[in-house]
């Protein structure tokens, strides 16, 4: 499981509950507090309670003990982090939209690997009415399975540096850069939402939407074969780089199909509003790769 099991979570609140009972009285109150959501969450494995605990403890890290980072390393999952390039002038609203991108995918990831291996509050009601039709999947994380941004350097080059738990950063880091680097991506991404949206999806019609999603991404990717072989014989290293970003390009691909299909799950389980969480996704992609193709940010190549 990643992340942090229930064990764990209570006897970190109940670590910092004995630093601040130590110190001045004038912490009564948090320290009141903290209690009160350990009670709650001791005799119950709801979603709030767990919520409200995680954010007191983030409170409590924040504000009121000194030594927190000690002491989250006996309890925090192994962290990983990955680097965007930056260059250029920026807008403001362009830095909020490449915070508000990577942040979305991921939270996606994040709430559909939960999803995926049944972890607390995956397996109960319906979620609150506000939640599932506004999409809100900060609901789902607890405060340290968030992205974090490690550090910002604002220069010309420059880079943004992400960091969060081991798994979920890395799917988010390949993602990342599969859109950042494979500029034809943007396209299957459209073929696939215009046939998407032509159709009324139900029981009886899924397998012919996924058979329709299939034939595009077939003749996608053979455009783009095809444009590639017609390259000249003074270009043939050039053209086994790009066949090689072909074979990656149908990964990356199946990679989104695949993260479209969770969101359809999520829908049926009463977590998300299907239409809005993949108006979120495809927001992200094109705002990625705009940036990528005015040169704007950048990715070294992953390790393979």
Known sequence: MEGLDKIKLLMLANQY????????????????????????????????????????IAYFEKYLVDESSVIRKEFFPEKSNFTISIDKQWRAFEFDQIFKSVDFLHKLIAVTRKLHTNEI?????????YVYEEARLHYYLAPYEELQVSHIYYASPGDIGFEGNLNTVKETKELVFDIISLEPI????????????????????????????????????????RRIEIQSQFELMRMDHELAKLERLEKAFDRFLSL??????????????????????VSSVNFIQTLANNGKISMKELPQ
């Open 121 to 129: 509050g995956f397996g109960g009601e319906r979620t609150r009415g």
């Open 17 to 56: 509950l004995a630093i601040t009972n130590a110190k001045e009285e004038q912490l009564g109150y948090y320290n009141g507090q903290l209690l009160e959501k350990i009670d709650h969450y001791t005799h119950s494995d709801s979603v709030k309670h767990e919520i409200e605990l995680q954010s007191w």
């Open 260 to 281: 479209s299909e969770k969101i359809m799950q999520m829908e049926k389980r009463g977590f998300g509003n299907n239409r809005l969480l993949e108006d979120q996704l």
């Open 186 to 225: 943007s396209r299957l991404v459209k073929n696939y939402w215009e046939i998407k949206r032509s159709k009324k999806l139900n029981d009886k019609e899924e397998s012919e939407l996924l058979a329709a999603i299939a034939k595009a991404k077939t003749q996608a990717l053979e455009e783009e074969r």
